[in-house]
């Protein structure tokens, strides 16, 4: 198996969150004009992601490697400290794997190459149009392979659907 971390996904209360990711949750919904998002959470779910190896040396040189060795899908990281990203629900597309995923299903001989660099992961590729985003961007939000990270990806996707019909 070719896994870059062990993942491990909870559905949390927002009282369960670390203090400083509360806070900064609340001052990004305060200078988006969010309202209250912590109060009104219905699906509030944290991955904790912790790197299983160092990345390799072009990317550790060229400077595209995760450079903490653990981070919460929530937004927090030790070296790149607290991200908080929201985007309007209903103008979300969500994709079952990354980009180079879907290249490296292809047909041809190099595809197939590729895919097995690729390392073995569970999550959704989600693509919108950022708060303070000039314009649309995608992350990959990769989850525990589980129950949890079921559940997370089944709430997400019944979530952007129910926004984008009604």
Known sequence: MNRLY????K?????????????E??????????GDVLGAAVNLHETWSVRLRKPGLL???TGPADPDTEHRTVGEG????VHVHSA????????ESSELQRLARG???SAGRLSRLLPDDFGMSVTALWSGAPE????????????AGHALLDELHAAVTRAKSS
């Open 6 to 9: 062990e993942r491990t996904t």
């Open 11 to 23: 559905r949390r209360t927002a009282s369960q969150l670390d203090a400083t990711l509360r806070t």
């Open 25 to 34: 949750v609340t001052a990004h919904a305060e200078a988006h004009q969010l």
């Open 59 to 61: 990317s550790r040189l």
């Open 78 to 81: 030790k070296k790149r400290g």
């Open 88 to 95: 309007r629900l209903d103008g979300i597309s969500l994709s």
């Open 107 to 109: 047909n041809s001989t």
């Open 136 to 147: 649309a961007a995608s992350f990959y939000i990769g989850v525990s392979d589980d129950s």
